[in-house]
């Protein structure tokens, strides 16, 4: 008695997912496994090359075009016809080993960008855009291992080595993980390897800084001044109020209406200075929150009437307003390790708040204060009940959550300012609501 399609199609499958599992915890083959999947493969009228861990999925997009929509969604939860679970198999284990076994030893810059091309396909396959998994609410934990994976093969590369070779620089995406190696290596860059560097963080600085101002001109229409009367011209008149408003003068007789009152809107916004102070912990577990704060900083100072300043601090405290326009400059200023001593740091931002009620503060750390918790938090507290407006942020990220003292997240709770925590775009949010 044979076996039915069905039972030979989860057969099949779980020989290609008993591969995949034997590989990711292995780099030996296991040649029982290797022959079985190869005749898969073939029956399945597949290139053997999907077999292959050392051909990139990209590589392979390339080299076979009419799989790039095969590809495309391959993990989304969906209905399939039947007996397409097994070529999906194949597909799906080709992609998850591309990108999770990474295995061990050096790492070329070649290399590193292959990775970055078979993890925008994973992304692709899980219905996001390219780079997009790591922005996306609920994929927190897969997100931070991506991270994780990515940081884990930059410190496995030679980066001096590569920077010092114009060519294999060139061959570098800026990433968040690699802006972090190289804001910690900076001091030991010279010459072209320095050059090569700082052309990799400016742009860096300009992508991200891109999206960042487009999240914050989508969020910048404005509060209407409700305390401030309309201006009674006719450019501020509201034809449709006035129409219902006047709606029982209407005369049947003479199919007119007549107007005994006008209505105007409202259009006066605030027109006061706004000082934003952005405080941010520059220890080595904040370099995500570093970096994107110094680039939002950046872009808020560019807008009217809001006077930004910014302080980084680790056991030391250091004001960088005079370079508050150009993050580029900021991090290039910034050292990032050390401990945390968040009383210096509000020893240098307490004398910047001039007019309590038109100043916020946005204070961007993990709170781990090494006992000094609470000399910060009265110093937080009086500057809350002075009427600042206090934002309490512990992480500013774009991939994944971080962790916060549980006794500030309690005590800020408390005083009615809960820790702000995840994706940038929560505070471009709460800055404009109150900037605008």
Request: some cysteine; hydrophobic content about 40%.
């Amino acid at each position: 008695m044979t076996d039915s399609p069905t039972a030979s199609d989860e057969t099949r499958r779980q020989v290609l997912y008993w591969r995949l599992l034997s590989r990711l915890f292995s780099p030996d083959e296991q040649p029982t496994l290797e022959r079985a999947s190869v005749a898969i493969v073939d029956d399945l009228g597949l290139p053997p090359a999907l077999l292959d861990p050392g051909v990139s999925v990209d590589n392979l997009v390339q080299r076979f075009p009419d799989l790039a929509a095969e590809f495309e969604g391959l993990m989304v939860e969906r209905d399939h016809e039947e007996g397409d679970e097994v070529r999906r198999a194949a597909l799906v284990s080709k992609v998850l080993l591309n990108v999770f076994a990474t295995g061990s030893g050096n790492v070329s810059a070649a290399q590193l960008e292959a990775w970055k091309k078979d993890t925008a396909w994973f992304e692709r396959g899980m219905g996001c855009e390219a780079g997009g998994l790591r922005h996306s609410p609920g994929n927190e934990e897969l997100a931070a291992l991506l991270a994780g994976l990515e940081g884990d093969l930059v410190k496995r590369m030679h980066l001096r080595e590569v920077l010092a070779d114009p060519v294999l620089s060139k061959q570098l995406t800026p990433s968040m993980s690699l802006i972090e190696q190289l804001l910690r290596d900076k001091s030991n860059l010279s010459g072209v390897s320095l050059a090569n560097a700082k052309a990799l963080i400016r742009r860096y600085v300009d992508e991200v800084a891109e999206v960042l101002r487009t999240q914050v001109e989508q969020t910048s229409a404005g509060v209407i001044d409700r305390s401030v009367p309309p201006k009674r011209v006719f450019r501020n008149l509201d034809v449709e109020r006035t129409i219902w408003k006047n709606l029982t003068n209407w005369s049947p007789e003479d199919e007119r209406l007549y107007v005994d009152r006008l209505f105007y809107k409202q259009t006066a916004r605030r027109t006061t200075p706004a000082r934003l102070i952005v405080v941010v912990d520059q220890s080595g577990s904040m370099v995500d929150s570093m970096v994107n704060c110094t680039i939002l900083a950046s872009i808020f100072a560019g807008l009217p009437k809001v006077d930004v300043h910014l302080i980084a601090y680790d056991t030391r405290a250091l004001d960088l307003t005079p370079w508050v326009h150009d993050p580029f400059e900021v991090l290039l200023r910034t050292k990032l390790g050390g401990g945390n001593d968040g009383p210096v740091a509000m020893a240098m931002a307490r004398p910047k708040i001039a007019d309590p009620r038109n100043t916020v503060m946005v204070w961007i750390s993990d709170f781990y204060e090494f006992d000094r918790s609470q000399p910060l938090y009265d110093g937080i507290e009086a500057v809350y009940r002075s009427g600042v407006k206090f934002i309490p942020v512990g992480s500013v990220n774009s991939s994944g959550q971080q962790s916060v003292d549980p006794w500030f997240r309690k005590k800020f709770k408390d005083l009615g300012t809960p820790v702000i925590s995840g994706h940038i775009r929560k505070l471009v949010f709460e800055l404009k609501n109150f900037l605008a």
